[in-house]
């Protein structure tokens, strides 16, 4: 498949934003794959963490922004832990986050979360932590 890279998607705001929020250099990575080999949320993603950190740098900041596996992601630090270029995509996963949220695009609505918590009997602080992460 040809995939055409163009230079002005590349260097766009929104991956200077996400770059700059997350403090992270997407650059660093050479897809050496260990962050993915070790993430416990990799079977729940539609592209893999080694994925997500490629489509950013070849400008694909709509299929990031767009995934399910920044919404998926635990945060657990497993992938920056495993990175041998010390690469925290934990932080690039909450930027990328940030950057839809800021858009006013919740990934839950409260009517859906709170039906869901009574019927699975799910801890209040739970559902709070929830909403926190997944509405702007
Ligand atoms: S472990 Fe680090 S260098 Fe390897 S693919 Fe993941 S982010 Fe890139
Ligand atoms: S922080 Fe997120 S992406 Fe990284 S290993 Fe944990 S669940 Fe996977």
Excluded: H
Excluded at 76 to 99: D, K, Q
Excluded at 118 to 125: H, L, T
Aim: some cysteine.
């Amino acid at each position: 498949m040809k995939i055409e890279i163009k230079n002005e998607e590349v260097r766009s705001e929104i991956i200077q934003r996400i770059e700059e929020i997350s403090g992270e250099n997407i650059y660093k990575c050479y897809q050496c794959g260990k962050c993915s080999a070790g993430c416990p949320s990799a079977d729940e993603m539609d592209l893999l963490p080694n994925q997500v950190i490629r489509n950013l740098q070849i400008g694909k900041v709509d299929a990031v922004l767009n995934s399910r596996s920044i919404w998926v992601c635990a945060t657990c630090y497993m992938c920056w832990i495993r990175c041998p270029r010390g690469v925290n995509l934990t932080s690039l996963f909450e930027a990328c986050r940030l950057m839809t949220l800021r858009q006013n695009l919740d990934q839950v609505g409260l009517k859906e979360a709170i039906k869901e918590s009574e019927e699975m009997d799910i801890p209040q602080i739970a559902i709070i932590s929830l909403l926190r992460k997944l509405t702007s």
